[in-house]
């Protein structure tokens, strides 16, 4: 039976990625989840475009503070360690470096790493917010998504016909059926999620897969 | 010469302020840092032909960002519906919902209001350099994308980057949590955000903020926005 990863185990496999110590900017959607899962024994420092760093759990309802949100308007918990800062601040951590990791949604990413995340052309106009900047500023860019659209189009393409967010920025895809690295041969196909095949996979992805001698079942 | 920035009300803060101004507004998108009482002021005061340069245009009003069950929001919707804003500069201009478009997104598309669609970094680092006397910089956020259309571009090290303009206004409304009569500002949590930096980048950087201190007061070594920047304080009503 093939089934898809649901939203939650998406998260879960993402926050694998993380290193003890790493600072992680997460983006709206599937992105926030993953920092329910990382694994024991590893520090993660979450930073957010709000203007805050060690930025935790959300608050209880009823506790919501306007002075203290995420960049997806949530509303966060106060947490010992957390240090405030204005967006010249927040983004002079992007830009210059200071964030490891990255997590960001997708409505399309090329078989060279190209992002397109921030607007579907029909609407006619749509949000950057800081995402063009994460793109290009943080070391390692995670994008996190369903493997084709509602419609059962390819997001995984040759080469993307949506507006794009950054060029060549994307360094693992990770899905509901495959985590797939994107290296300079091409897309390599890492894992896959139980029950489906390398086949299944490919199916569903426009550019040609390399399948590597330890492609694996993806492990959580 | 005694220096007194304190007005008694936001209308007296704020009736200089002519057609075709360009307004800088703080806040990241929420209630929380959103200059609200200088908003509505400005509603009453009537300018028009304004541009704005926020963070958002008005997704509050639109979904709720970033406020509490409750609260109703006041954001740039108040302007926009009210028929004063001819151009908005901003990262994160829409609902990120569609189906609960803002009044900005419903004034754009019947092309009442213009956008200049500006990467969140990009439009901080524009005002800075714009309060820092900068006029341009070098980024490499936007490459290859329709931002980067029809900008300059250079490689350095073999990274091409954009050439981007400073960005200044003739008034900033800025939310500050309090002031001293000086103008010195301090902000709270996340609230800080688009505020300390555009209060660099004005002409008349104007504070609304929930209380008015004495000079020493406030420690210095606390003191987010020193008060060279800021011109006009008013305090907020309690409530």
């Not at chain 1, 926050?15 to 983006?27: I, P, T």
């Not at chain 1, 330890?214 to 959580?220: F, G, N, Q, R, T």
Request: with cysteine.
């Amino acid at each position: 039976m093939k089934e898809r990863l649901p939203r939650e185990v998406i998260a879960m496999r993402v926050a694998k990625e993380f290193e003890d110590g790493d600072v992680v900017n997460l983006g709206i959607g599937i992105p926030t989840l993953c920092s329910q899962f990382v694994l024991q024994g590893r520090t993660i420092i979450y930073h957010s475009e709000s203007g805050v760093l060690n930025c935790g759990p959300m608050a209880d309802s009823g506790k919501e503070d306007v002075d203290l949100i995420n960049a997806g308007g949530q509303f966060l918990k106060s947490v010992p360690g957390m240090a405030f800062f204005s967006s010249v601040d927040a983004f002079a951590m992007i830009r210059g470096g200071h964030v490891d990791v990255t997590v960001l949604g997708a409505l399309q990413v090329s078989e060279k790493g190209d992002l397109a995340n921030w607007m579907l052309p029909q609407r006619g106009v749509g949000n950057v917010g800081g995402a063009m900047d994460l793109a290009a500023g943080a070391k390692k860019t995670i994008v996190t998504m369903e493997h084709v659209d509602k419609n059962g189009n390819f997001k995984i393409v040759n080469d993307c016909s949506y507006p794009l967010t950054g060029v060549g920025c994307v360094s693992i895809i990770v899905t509901d059926i495959a985590v797939i690295e994107v290296a300079y041969t091409g897309l390599i196909l890492r894992e896959t999620a139980p029950g489906w095949s390398e086949k299944d996979v490919q199916l569903l992805t426009e550019p040609c897969l390399i399948i590597p001698d330890d492609l694996s079942e993806m492990e959580l | 010469m005694t220096i007194n920035k304190v007005y008694d009300n936001f209308h007296d803060a704020l009736k200089d302020i002519r057609d075709h101004a360009t307004i800088m507004m703080g806040g990241f998108g929420g209630t929380g840092g959103m200059p609200r009482y200088l908003i509505l002021a400005l509603r009453d005061q009537g300018a028009k032909d304004l541009t704005i340069v926020s963070n958002t245009a008005g997704i509050a009003t639109a979904m709720g960002f970033g406020t509490p069950p409750g609260i109703k929001p006041i954001d740039h919707s108040v302007l926009i519906e009210n028929g004063q804003v001819s151009k908005v500069i901003a990262s994160f201009p829409v609902s990120p919902s569609p189906s609960k478009p803002s009044s900005f997104e419903l004034a754009y598309k019947k092309g009442k209001v213009d956008l200049e669609l500006v990467p969140q970094g990009t439009l901080a680092e524009r005002i800075r350099a714009g309060g820092a006397g900068i006029p341009a910089f070098y980024t490499p956020t936007g490459v290859g994308t329709l931002i980067a259309k029809d900008k300059e571009t250079r490689v350095f090290s073999g990274r091409e980057y954009l050439l981007e303009y400073a960005l200044k206004a003739d008034f900033a409304f800025i939310w500050a949590q309090y002031a001293d009569t000086l103008g010195n500002l301090v902000y709270r949590g996340t609230s800080r955000n688009f505020n300390a930096v555009m209060a660099t980048a004005a002409t008349v950087t104007i504070a609304e903020v929930n209380e008015i201190v004495q000079p020493g007061q406030i420690d210095p070594e606390t003191i987010h926005t020193p008060g060279i920047y800021v011109n006009r304080i008013v305090k907020r009503p309690n409530n």
